[in-house]
């Protein structure tokens, strides 16, 4: 019960934030709170218990840049993250964890939920737009992990 009523919490804070649907969900995330920072504060949300295996964030996607460029993970969480763009077709691409979004349209919102390895402690795993040349045009970003 407790956690539906966060998850209708947290669905009711995002529909509120937001003038359009989400085009895609796939799960209903337990969020946390400090099990992740990033390293420029708000927009990202990050709300209730840091030992959560599951954590919720908001990254947004704008002219040729991810706001934050940085997320600190855990190894072993699942990451629920909600992307807006706020100008023109961008997705998120992080290689290495074979995440791939479709391309965002903007002021509508895409959650997408990835797995971050246990054993993914110290390292690094990049993210970044592949529409066109955004990437060579630095619409790039870092997930750090712990």
Known sequence: MKKSLIAIGSAL????????QSTQTTAT?????????TDTPAPTQ???DTNS?????????????FTPKVLNVKAGQTIHLTLTSTSGGHNFVVDDLGVTTTTLSAGTP?????????DAAGKTYEFHCS????????MTGQIKVS
């Open 53 to 65: 295996q599951t954590v919720s964030m908001t990254i947004d996607e704008e002219s040729f840049s």
């Open 46 to 48: 990050v709300t209730g």
């Open 29 to 37: 995330p337990t969020p946390t709170s400090s099990a992740v920072t």
């Open 131 to 138: 529409v066109a040349n955004h990437k060579d045009l630095g």
């Open 13 to 20: 804070i995002l529909i509120a934030g937001c003038t359009a």
């Open 110 to 118: 895409q959650t997408v939920d990835f797995a971050i390895p246990a």
